[in-house]
Protein backbone atom coordinates (compact mmCIF):
# COMPACT_ATOMS: atom_id res chain seq x y z
CA UNK A 1 0.00 0.00 0.00
CA UNK A 2 1.26 3.54 -0.99
CA UNK A 3 2.74 5.14 2.36
CA UNK A 4 3.07 9.09 2.46
CA UNK A 5 6.63 9.63 4.01
CA UNK A 6 8.72 12.25 5.41
CA UNK A 7 12.49 12.73 5.89
CA UNK A 8 13.97 15.98 7.04
CA UNK A 9 16.66 17.47 8.81
CA UNK A 10 16.73 19.22 12.45
CA UNK A 11 19.20 20.48 14.81
CA UNK A 12 19.49 19.07 18.17
CA UNK A 13 17.19 22.23 19.68
CA UNK A 14 14.69 20.98 17.36
CA UNK A 15 14.97 23.29 14.19
CA UNK A 16 14.14 22.23 10.68
CA UNK A 17 15.08 26.04 9.43
CA UNK A 18 17.45 29.00 11.11
CA UNK A 19 15.55 32.39 11.57
CA UNK A 20 15.19 35.18 9.54
CA UNK A 21 14.69 33.07 6.06
CA UNK A 22 14.68 34.69 2.87
CA UNK A 23 15.33 34.43 -0.79
CA UNK A 24 18.57 35.29 -0.24
CA UNK A 25 19.01 32.77 2.61
CA UNK A 26 15.91 29.98 1.87
CA UNK A 27 17.00 28.02 5.18
CA UNK A 28 17.39 30.67 7.75
CA UNK A 29 20.77 32.08 9.49
CA UNK A 30 22.50 29.12 9.83
CA UNK A 31 19.91 26.37 7.94
CA UNK A 32 22.26 25.24 5.60
CA UNK A 33 24.39 23.35 8.08
CA UNK A 34 21.77 21.07 8.67
CA UNK A 35 22.78 19.93 4.98
CA UNK A 36 26.01 19.60 5.50
CA UNK A 37 26.00 15.54 5.92
CA UNK A 38 24.40 14.84 2.48
CA UNK A 39 25.82 17.55 -0.03
CA UNK A 40 28.81 15.98 0.17
CA UNK A 41 27.80 12.42 -0.26
CA UNK A 42 28.69 11.26 -4.19
CA UNK A 43 24.80 9.87 -4.19
CA UNK A 44 23.55 13.18 -3.28
CA UNK A 45 25.87 14.77 -6.26
CA UNK A 46 24.98 12.06 -8.45
CA UNK A 47 21.03 12.51 -8.12
CA UNK A 48 21.88 16.19 -8.91
CA UNK A 49 23.73 15.56 -11.82
CA UNK A 50 27.54 16.11 -10.13
CA UNK A 51 30.50 13.93 -10.05
CA UNK A 52 32.58 12.67 -7.52
CA UNK A 53 31.47 12.87 -4.13
CA UNK A 54 32.13 10.73 -0.50
CA UNK A 55 30.39 7.52 0.39
CA UNK A 56 29.96 6.66 3.85
CA UNK A 57 27.02 5.25 6.08
CA UNK A 58 24.68 8.08 5.06
CA UNK A 59 24.98 6.75 1.43
CA UNK A 60 22.06 3.81 1.95
CA UNK A 61 20.22 6.10 4.16
CA UNK A 62 19.73 9.04 1.33
CA UNK A 63 19.43 6.32 -1.34
CA UNK A 64 16.39 4.60 -0.06
CA UNK A 65 14.84 8.06 0.34
CA UNK A 66 14.55 8.20 -3.21
CA UNK A 67 13.35 4.64 -3.60
CA UNK A 68 9.71 3.81 -4.66
CA UNK A 69 8.55 7.74 -4.89
CA UNK A 70 5.61 7.92 -7.16
CA UNK A 71 4.82 11.57 -6.12
CA UNK A 72 6.05 14.62 -3.55
CA UNK A 73 4.18 17.15 -1.32
CA UNK A 74 5.82 20.21 -0.57
CA UNK A 75 4.80 23.43 1.38
CA UNK A 76 4.42 26.91 -0.71
CA UNK A 77 7.24 27.95 1.36
CA UNK A 78 9.83 25.43 0.65
CA UNK A 79 8.85 25.32 -3.04
CA UNK A 80 8.71 29.79 -2.29
CA UNK A 81 9.74 32.66 -2.88
CA UNK A 82 9.97 33.04 0.98
CA UNK A 83 6.27 35.38 2.08
CA UNK A 84 4.33 33.57 -0.23
CA UNK A 85 1.54 35.86 -1.89
CA UNK A 86 0.04 35.75 -5.42
CA UNK A 87 2.12 34.52 -7.79
CA UNK A 88 2.48 37.70 -9.62
CA UNK A 89 4.10 37.21 -13.14
CA UNK A 90 4.41 33.46 -12.41
CA UNK A 91 7.78 33.23 -13.52
CA UNK A 92 8.92 31.89 -9.94
CA UNK A 93 9.68 28.01 -10.65
CA UNK A 94 11.45 26.94 -7.55
CA UNK A 95 14.86 27.25 -5.92
CA UNK A 96 16.30 24.60 -8.45
CA UNK A 97 16.73 25.66 -11.63
CA UNK A 98 15.41 24.50 -14.93
CA UNK A 99 16.06 19.99 -13.71
CA UNK A 100 14.59 19.79 -10.27
CA UNK A 101 16.04 16.84 -8.43
CA UNK A 102 12.49 15.11 -8.04
CA UNK A 103 11.60 13.95 -11.52
CA UNK A 104 8.33 13.27 -10.53
CA UNK A 105 4.73 15.35 -9.94
CA UNK A 106 5.22 17.69 -7.02
CA UNK A 107 2.18 19.14 -5.51
CA UNK A 108 2.37 22.64 -3.72
CA UNK A 109 0.27 23.34 -1.38
CA UNK A 110 -0.88 26.90 -1.52
CA UNK A 111 -3.98 29.82 -0.78
CA UNK A 112 -3.02 31.03 -4.48
CA UNK A 113 -3.97 28.79 -7.46
CA UNK A 114 -1.73 28.78 -10.18
CA UNK A 115 -1.47 26.19 -13.40
CA UNK A 116 0.62 23.31 -13.13
CA UNK A 117 4.19 23.94 -14.18
CA UNK A 118 6.33 21.47 -16.34
CA UNK A 119 10.34 21.05 -15.93
CA UNK A 120 12.60 19.51 -17.57
CA UNK A 121 13.51 15.84 -16.22
CA UNK A 122 10.17 14.63 -15.35
CA UNK A 123 9.35 17.27 -12.51
CA UNK A 124 5.94 18.52 -12.93
CA UNK A 125 4.77 21.25 -9.70
CA UNK A 126 0.71 20.61 -9.30
CA UNK A 127 -0.40 23.68 -7.01
CA UNK A 128 -3.60 22.98 -4.91
CA UNK A 129 -5.57 25.45 -2.50
CA UNK A 130 -8.20 23.05 -0.88
CA UNK A 131 -6.09 21.40 1.94
CA UNK A 132 -3.89 18.79 3.12
CA UNK A 133 -5.83 15.94 2.55
CA UNK A 134 -6.91 16.68 -1.37
CA UNK A 135 -3.35 17.43 -2.06
CA UNK A 136 -2.57 14.04 -0.50
CA UNK A 137 -5.38 12.42 -2.36
CA UNK A 138 -4.40 13.98 -5.98
CA UNK A 139 -0.48 13.15 -5.09
CA UNK A 140 -1.51 9.23 -4.41
CA UNK A 141 -3.33 9.16 -7.56
CA UNK A 142 -0.37 10.54 -9.54
CA UNK A 143 2.26 8.12 -7.90
CA UNK A 144 0.46 4.84 -9.25
CA UNK A 145 0.50 2.86 -5.83
CA UNK A 146 4.31 4.21 -5.45
CA UNK A 147 5.29 6.05 -1.96
CA UNK A 148 4.20 9.46 -1.48
CA UNK A 149 7.58 11.88 -0.06
CA UNK A 150 6.33 14.92 1.78
CA UNK A 151 9.78 17.12 1.31
CA UNK A 152 8.61 19.49 3.75
CA UNK A 153 8.97 22.19 4.87
CA UNK A 154 8.33 22.16 9.32
CA UNK A 155 4.73 23.66 8.81
CA UNK A 156 3.65 21.10 6.57
CA UNK A 157 4.78 18.55 8.12
CA UNK A 158 3.02 19.22 11.13
CA UNK A 159 -0.52 19.55 9.43
CA UNK A 160 -0.02 15.87 8.43
CA UNK A 161 1.61 14.87 11.81
CA UNK A 162 -1.43 16.55 13.53
CA UNK A 163 -4.22 14.68 11.04
CA UNK A 164 -2.38 11.24 11.58
CA UNK A 165 -1.61 11.26 7.66
CA UNK A 166 1.76 10.40 7.90
CA UNK A 167 3.21 6.79 7.58
CA UNK A 168 7.07 7.38 8.19
CA UNK A 169 9.05 9.95 9.76
CA UNK A 170 12.95 9.66 9.14
CA UNK A 171 14.93 12.37 10.92
CA UNK A 172 18.46 13.52 10.11
CA UNK A 173 19.57 14.85 13.06
CA UNK A 174 23.00 17.21 13.39
CA UNK A 175 24.74 18.00 16.12
CA UNK A 176 23.81 22.28 15.42
CA UNK A 177 22.08 24.18 17.58
CA UNK A 178 20.18 27.05 15.87
CA UNK A 179 18.10 28.52 18.90
CA UNK A 180 15.53 30.06 16.89
CA UNK A 181 13.79 29.52 13.12
CA UNK A 182 11.25 26.85 12.17
CA UNK A 183 10.39 23.94 14.54
CA UNK A 184 9.29 20.74 13.61
CA UNK A 185 7.10 19.45 16.41
CA UNK A 186 5.38 22.95 17.32
CA UNK A 187 1.87 23.35 16.50
CA UNK A 188 0.43 19.97 17.22
CA UNK A 189 -2.62 21.10 18.97
CA UNK A 190 -4.22 18.13 20.96
CA UNK A 191 -3.32 15.66 18.41
CA UNK A 192 -1.43 12.44 19.80
CA UNK A 193 1.24 11.95 18.00
CA UNK A 194 2.50 8.63 18.35
CA UNK A 195 6.01 6.97 16.72
CA UNK A 196 7.54 3.89 16.96
CA UNK A 197 11.43 3.38 16.26
CA UNK A 198 12.39 1.61 13.33
CA UNK A 199 15.97 2.14 13.01
CA UNK A 200 18.98 4.64 14.02
CA UNK A 201 22.40 4.84 12.03
CA UNK A 202 25.05 6.98 13.13
CA UNK A 203 26.73 8.35 10.20
CA UNK A 204 29.48 11.51 10.19
CA UNK A 205 27.84 14.75 11.18
CA UNK A 206 24.22 13.22 11.59
CA UNK A 207 22.62 10.55 13.07
CA UNK A 208 19.37 9.11 10.86
CA UNK A 209 16.52 8.13 13.10
CA UNK A 210 13.62 6.28 11.73
CA UNK A 211 10.07 6.17 12.71
CA UNK A 212 6.50 4.53 11.63
CA UNK A 213 3.53 6.26 13.05
CA UNK A 214 1.56 4.05 15.54
CA UNK A 215 -2.64 4.54 15.26
Request: glycine content about 14%; some cysteine.
Amino acid sequence: MSKLRCQISISLDGFVAGPNQSEENPLGEGGERLHDWVVPLAAWRRSHGKQGGEVNESTRVFEESLENVGAGLMGRNMFGPIGGGPWGDEQWTGWWGDEPPYHCPVFILTHHPRDPVVMEGGTTFHFVTDGIKSALDQAREAAGGKDVMLWGGGKVAQQYLAAGLLDELELHVVPVVLGDGARLFDNLGDAEVQLEQVRAVEAPGVTHLKYRSVR
